[in-house]
């Protein structure tokens, strides 16, 4: 076997040993590129026949949501570990999908006759694989792209990286005589305990290596292993990875969440600093002054074809907003509020925080709640506006545009340029597709694929067998009392436990117990973006 194809074995084998599980990645959506896409001012094609190809696909986890609610489009994942592509297939068949086709093959066998394809994604693969795959995912951005497609690499990056640097060579170093994953893991943890608790004061690396020690010791194994422990990780500057890519044919179109390229939501003293050093540097250098600023340790860049690269626009053109669908999941923040009465607190999922005094903004972010997990067109957002404040025409609009983009720059705000499936008038309420089949599966055997919503974002579910149960319920044939009656018999019956440990087997009016914890149920599935 030639080098290369021994670097293939060894990674195919780790992880065939230890399957990665296969999630949907929010960010990687083929809706979400386009949009993002769409306010540098590229078009790209609708999502409703599109072809789309992921890397590094694993057991498909990251394509299974597009594949169910496009199911016109066409989907092909590739990955190395013929482990997962055959567990995926398994998940696959269980859906009923026809257009979603897994293969085991190398990223450096893809040739033209794979085809064009508008979205290809390729998220947790870059810097983990040796230069020669490296120059094939290049080369497969470019020969496989259609002339408006848009393609998505993730990828480590340093200065972030280099903390975490010091946390894999040692863990490697602990782990080196280890033979089988099991053990490599819990030498690793041996070196994790020491880095987060037993570094010496005197160590002016203390505090980012026990904090990144601390933050790592909460991963799961398999992101461990194969971060940190796998044979290859290769980190780069920014600069080096637009270089790499320039040299393919390829043109830098902006990270995926374009807000983490802004200085001002690092503060006023970084945006001045960044400012004053680098007004005559290009985009290219302002956001590789900017990774040194804060830290970054990994982006994930879109990118075109070279002969778009003048289409591109500087900075993002809010405007684009106006031709788009919204949602948002900010939750109260109650503490901040008592302790600032004059101000409302959110919190975004990803723990940033929005303070406002605005009632506009403020009515905006309940009405996107209260429709969550349907989005809102731009129209409805500037009539929730106008009911609570003075402004109309373009000053409307402009005020709505302001809140959209004081949400964008939190990281708040989910935008699209299609529809998404959410919306059912009917009292007959049903799962959105692929779920009832997935819930039901996990019962039988621990499946690699996780669960998701229409968004292509991860659901981190709790699935006990009275959600099980009426996961059953929810294929739109059944009225809530319906759904209430079945429960309560199958709970009285014995059939499936009380979720608290309630003993009601042969219970009689059971009616009251059984409509609270429907409700608790389907209020679980509405916040997961599970019931259409």
Sequence with gaps: MTEPDLLNQAISDAYDETPYLSNALLQTAPGHLRAVARLYGLDSAPLAGARVLELGCAAGGNLIPFAVAHPNAQVIGIDL????VNAGREVVEKLGLRNLDLRALSITDIDDS???FDYIICHGVFSWVPPVVREAILRVCRDNLAPEGIAFISYNVYPGWKTSDILRDAMQLNSFSATTPAEKLKKAKEMLGLLQHGLSTNNLMR????KAAHTLSQQPDHYLFHEYLEMINSPCYFLEFVASIQQAGLAYVSDVQPEGSFPSNYGGATANALAAMSGDADRVMREQYLDFAVGRPFRQSLLVHAER?????ERPEASHFSSMLFSAQLRPDTERDRAEPGHRHFRTPGNAGLATQDPSLVALIEVLQEHWPAPIAFEQ????????????GDALEHATLLHLITLFNCGGLRYRCEPIGYGNDSTKLRLIPGARELITASSEKALQVGLYNLWHQH????IDPATRYVATLLDGSRTQAEMRTQLRDALTAGHIPHPDGRALKGTRNADPIAQELLVRILAAFRSSGFLL
Excluded: C, D, M, Y
């Excluded at 570990?81 to 997962?84: A, M």
């Excluded at 690269?309 to 626009?313: E, G, T």
């Design 81 to 84: 570990s013929p482990e997962q």
């Design 381 to 392: 957002a500037q009539r929730v506006v106008a009911s609570h404040s003075p402004h109309t």
């Design 309 to 313: 690269a003048n289409q591109i626009l």
């Design 459 to 462: 659901v981190n579910l709790s």
């Design 207 to 210: 505090e980012a290596i026990s």
């Design 114 to 116: 794979l085809g064009k």
